[in-house]
């Protein structure tokens, strides 16, 4: 008899609630024929810079060129240093060595998964010219205290909202506290494309104005190239979709929410389990727990066995990875979690039977 499979992410409910939405966005795209910086593209930011709250948005092709391209406006490069966490995807270090910069990580708090701000003073020399936090798995950073270190040394912010869309702190969105918010509109993300996809988003002039230069081979104007940029449009096609989703945004993000709490609840009475806390802020891309006191890899292969996807985000920190192995000293932290996270399913439509089954497979596997 086969299991019933519960997998990390399920888009099928979002597509057929959206079904018929679509296939007219499509269509529309299709028969204009434009396909590359077509209206649908202008459209999206301005309607997307109206709900982030920010002045300039600016779309690209992925959230690594957001970040990329963020980074360059900022006129971060070779001899800079910027501070980041250890705990994300490589994309975020990434960036930062691709614009000839240096990565210099700083440890995370446990509870947050995010950069310490009380660690970031230390790390701060005559090179370092911005800060990069990561609002990992959708949960905000400390930015109050991220924003004044960096006001206090002159520092510029780029925000990584690659997992963040939507999220609130203090009031306002993700991405619209720094200098620069950089997002992904990766398939899996809550807000999520059909394909890559990517944005910028500013209340400066100049920064837009040079984030939009850069993803078009540096040009204000067409065969009139200035500086070395890229080719980083995003779709026209993609732009249609997004356009689509961008009403439900917040409603998705609230289903993220009634998951997470309903797993926190019940997860409560499992000493070798340690939840997320859950606030009002945070989006739950993903819903990562800690397991202490068990073999983290097994349980996850037991759960398998049972039927129930999960992912392991991140199992080697960035300054752990063979590109900058040996380069940096410890982060404690960051090195123990890696061996203990675990993300259970989420999706705003996952129904409370199946978080139950999930729980009650969990506690199985926690003691086996």
């Not at 960051?334 to 996952?350: A, K």
Request: charged share 20%; aromatic share 8%; proline share 5%.
């Amino acid at each position: 008899m086969s299991v019933l499979k519960i997998p990390i992410l399920d888009l099928s409910p979002q597509y057929q609630s959206l079904k018929t939405e679509i296939y007219s966005a499509i269509d529309r795209v299709l028969e204009s024929g434009q396909f590359i910086m077509g209206p649908d593209v202008k459209q999206f930011e301005q309607e997307v810079a109206a709900y982030l709250g920010v002045k300039h948005a600016i779309a690209v092709n992925s959230g690594t060129d957001a970040l990329v391209i963020g980074l360059r406006s900022l006129g971060i490069g070779a001899g800079d240093e910027v501070i980041t966490t250890p705990f994300s995807f490589f994309a975020t270090a990434e960036s930062i060595s691709s614009v000839g910069a240096t990565p210099i990580f700083v440890d995370i708090d446990p509870q947050t998964f995010n950069i310490d701000p009380a660690n970031i003073k230390d790390k701060i020399t005559l090179r370092t010219r911005a800060i990069m936090p990561v609002h990992l798995y959708g949960n905000p950073a400390a930015m109050t205290q991220i924003m004044e270190i960096a006001q206090e040394n002159g520092l510029k912010i780029i925000e990584d909202c690659a997992q963040s869309f939507g999220a609130r702190y203090n009031g306002k969105m993700t991405g619209s506290i720094g200098d620069v918010g950089a997002y992904s509109f990766f398939p899996s993300k809550n807000l999520g494309a059909y394909g890559d996809g990517g944005l910028i988003a500013t209340n400066d002039d100049a920064i837009a104005n040079l984030s939009r230069m850069l993803r078009v081979h540096g040009a204000k104007k067409k065969y009139h190239n200035e500086i070395i940029g890229y080719n980083s449009r995003l779709d026209t096609l993609q732009a249609a979709i997004l356009r689509v989703k961008l009403p439900h945004i917040d409603q998705w993000n609230a289903g993220r929410r009634r998951v997470a709490s309903l797993y926190t609840q019940l997860l409560a009475d499992i000493p070798e389990v340690i939840a997320p806390e859950v606030n009002a802020g945070h989006v739950f891309h993903q819903y990562t727990i800690r397991i202490i006191k068990s073999d983290r890899d097994k349980v996850a292969s037991n759960l398998a066995s049972k039927g129930i996807s999960t992912m392991i985000y991140y199992p080697i920190p960035q300054d752990r990875l063979p590109i900058y192995a040996g380069k940096y000293p410890s982060n404690k932290v960051s090195d123990e979690l890696g061996t203990q996270v675990l993300s259970l399913p989420i999706w705003p439509e996952l129904d409370d039977e199946n978080i139950k089954r999930v729980v009650s497979s969990l506690k199985v596997c926690v003691v086996q």
